[in-house]
């Protein structure tokens, strides 16, 4: 019984270290062509378009939702400290450190990187991509590079919308509901928050977009064939470009705190 669990603890362990590999490789084999075989700028394009623009609605509304309950629940908790006009700097402080690049992250990841390992996976089992190798032209310069590139460009400005609206929910919700002095709550912002907030910011929304971009191009690239394959590998992308956003931000929050 032992060695029987021996044996498949010791077969979980190899086969975590050699997706880790083969994650690393790819990622590897993307910078590359990013860095000496760029695609056409219209690929990139395309690609911020798709993750930047069609993802503005869903950004803008869990962003203005996200700014209302933090000036609801922000006001109630500083009430009972008699500091309600500090309410702008903990709205502002809290969107642009954590909430704003977490939550624009999982929203485009939801949005966008299913779709993502969908249309690469369905190009997989559909041998699409085998078919572009036999035509000598290399899959990671027109379906992966593009797409990480979009990410990075396209994830830190939504970022960056989902901060402005956010921070005018919170005060939609804490001046014009609950009576807090306008002046008050812009003057506490931009007394509070510093450079290094918003460089931290920036930092973690680019560090997501890579992250998202290369799990879900991944997951779809070595999807396993059939509708079943492509459907596993979309959850699985899901959940670790999730998970993966989630473990990065307390590490790179730790560091520059």
Known sequence: MLRTFLEKLGAVTIFIFREMGRMLIFLVMALVNIIIRPGKPFHIFKQIHFIGTKSLFVIT???SFTGMVLGLQGYYTLAKFGSE??????????????LGPVLTALMVVGRAGSAI??????????????????????????????KIVGALVAVPLLCAIFD????????????????????????????????????????????FGGIL?????????????????????????????SV???VWDYFLTSVML
């Open 164 to 207: 402005v609206v956010g921070i005018y929910g919170g005060y939609l919700v804490g001046v014009k509901l609950l009576g807090v002095n306008p002046g008050a709550y812009f003057h506490e912002m931009e007394r509070s928050v510093e450079w290094k907030d918003v460089w931290s910011g920036i930092v973690k929304s680019i560090s």
């Open 213 to 241: 971009a290369w799990v879900c191009c991944y997951k779809g690239y070595h999807a396993s064939h059939g509708a079943e394959g492509v459907s596993r590998a979309t959850t699985e992308a899901v959940v670790m470009s």
């Open 85 to 98: 006009g500090m309410l702008g700097s903990a709205v502002a402080l809290s969107l642009i450190r954590e």
């Open 61 to 63: 509304l869990t962003a």
């Open 117 to 146: 390992t969908a249309e690469i996976g369905i190009m997989k089992i559909t041998e699409q991509i085998d078919a572009l190798k036999t035509m000598a032209l290399e899959p990671f310069k027109y379906l992966i590079s593009p």
């Open 244 to 246: 993966l956003v989630l």
